[in-house]
């Protein structure tokens, strides 16, 4: 599967950005997607994930409350909706594949992925 992310940008401290990762092929409802994001100067971390059931969810905490994951497997595509942005949420955001049956905050169990695109959050 072919993963491209968009919808990135500027955006001040308190405002909103969805992020959407559009899929290719017809087995994206087979994949647990997953959101990444790699601040300047660190590792790639794990934003959350949604199961193939497009109910199932899993963020991490520093995210919870503001960011939602939601798909759209007739569409092939996953979003990301961030809300009440803060400076330290600006990264480069990667969307990701994973065929596995359990959800995983890993990046080694996420086979496929997007080509990152850029959010910066600033006054």
């Known amino acids: 599967v072919q993963l491209q992310a968009s919808g990135g940008g500027l955006v001040q401290p308190g405002g909103a950005l969805r992020l959407s990762c559009a899929a290719s092929?017809?087995?994206?409802?087979?994949?647990?997607m997953g959101w990444f994001r790699q601040p300047p100067g660190k590792e790639r971390e794990f934003v959350g994930c949604i199961a193939k059931n497009e109910r199932t969810t899993w963020y991490v905490d520093s995210v919870k409350g503001r960011f939602t994951i939601s798909r759209d497997n007739a569409e092939n595509t996953v979003y990301l909706q961030m809300n009440n942005l803060k400076p330290e949420d600006s990264a480069v955001y990667f969307c990701?594949?994973?065929?596995?049956?359990?959800?995983?905050?890993?990046?080694?169990?996420?086979?496929?992925w997007g080509q990152g695109t850029q959010v910066t959050v600033s006054s």
């Open positions: 092929g017809r087995t994206f409802s087979s994949y647990n």
């Open positions: 990701a594949a994973s065929p596995y049956y359990f959800l995983s905050r890993e990046r080694d169990q996420y086979s496929y």
